[in-house]
């Protein structure tokens, strides 16, 4: 997980159009995609909406210059959850639908519905689109600009700082836990080495995490008594400065987000 988080932030670091975009429109943009595809109703209007939607993705992606294997990756990663949301849809009886018809039965009175495999079909899409874009901007998007983008947006000062503190130490904690698995490494411990007794392996990992937790509260103290000597205080905040939209940036959001408005309403709509 700690390299996962340098490849994400590496990726962010890019060279394309849709890097160089404000974070505020990849920001939105994703807002955008993720409310109108969970809010529409659960029919099959999901269906065609999404396969608008991942099309503007791929199309997005394509523009990033990024590797379809990044994204597959980072997918992959996220995908035992949605199976794990949508796999019990498929033994329930959503209240969307009035009747239902067995398509299959299990050992132990399990039952698998025709209506029910619809239902979480239509949820796998959704949840699809949402975690896509969610990919699309934490990969061309640095930390630091995503909290910026939100303090320009409107995001309290309250939260901007906090998010800030943690973006920044989260790294220093990534790199200390580096370090103890490098000297782990170096003294021929495995945690998952099955030659090793099991109690000893525990117990190693255990003290390990201990000391994680000693030397992140010790940073937790020296951040805390540095940042009262810099004169932080009840209203401390996030500087961010002021930051205009050029006219590329406006026409592109004014597309992407008219796009996913329109199809949004034309597929609701249509009978």
């Not at 955008?32 to 992606?61: D, E, N, Q, R």
């Not at 379809?68 to 639908?97: D, S």
């Not at 039952?111 to 619809?118: D, M, P, R, T, V």
């Not at 009840?234 to 796009?259: D, P, Q, S």
Request: aromatic content about 14%.
């Amino acid at each position: 997980m700690i390299d996962d988080l340098y490849s994400i932030e590496r990726s962010a670091y890019g060279k394309s159009v849709i890097h160089r975009l404000d974070a505020r429109i990849k920001l939105l943009l994703a807002l955008a995609a993720i409310v109108a595809i969970v809010a529409l109703p659960y029919s099959t209007k999901v269906y065609t909406l999404g396969a608008a939607f991942l099309a503007l993705f791929l199309l997005l992606w394509a523009a990033s210059r990024l590797s379809p294997l990044v994204y597959l990756r980072r997918l992959a990663l996220l995908m035992p959850f949605g199976i794990f949301l949508v796999g019990f849809q498929a033994f329930l009886k959503n209240p969307y639908y009035d009747a239902f018809h067995t398509v299959a039965t299990l050992p132990f009175g399990l039952e698998i519905y025709a209506e029910s495999l619809e239902f979480a079909s239509i949820l796998f899409v959704k949840f699809i689109v949402s975690i896509s874009f969610i990919i699309l901007l934490s990969s061309t998007t640095r930390m630091q600009d995503m909290i910026e983008a939100a303090g320009r947006l409107g995001l309290p000062r309250e939260f901007t700082l906090t998010l800030g503190m943690m973006v920044r130490y989260i790294f220093v904690f990534a790199e200390m836990f580096g370090r103890i698995r490098t000297a782990m490494s170096t003294r021929c411990f495995d945690p998952m080495d099955r030659r090793l007794p099991y109690r000893y392996r525990l117990h190693q990992v255990g003290y390990t995490v201990g000391t994680m937790f000693i030397r992140s509260y010790e940073q937790g103290e020296r951040t805390y008594t540095s940042m009262l000597c810099r004169g932080y205080g009840g209203k401390a905040g996030l500087y961010i400065r002021k930051k205009t939209l050029n006219t590329g940036e406006m026409v592109f959001a004014a597309a992407t987000l008219g796009f996913i408005v329109l199809s949004t309403v034309m597929i609701y709509l249509h009978p």
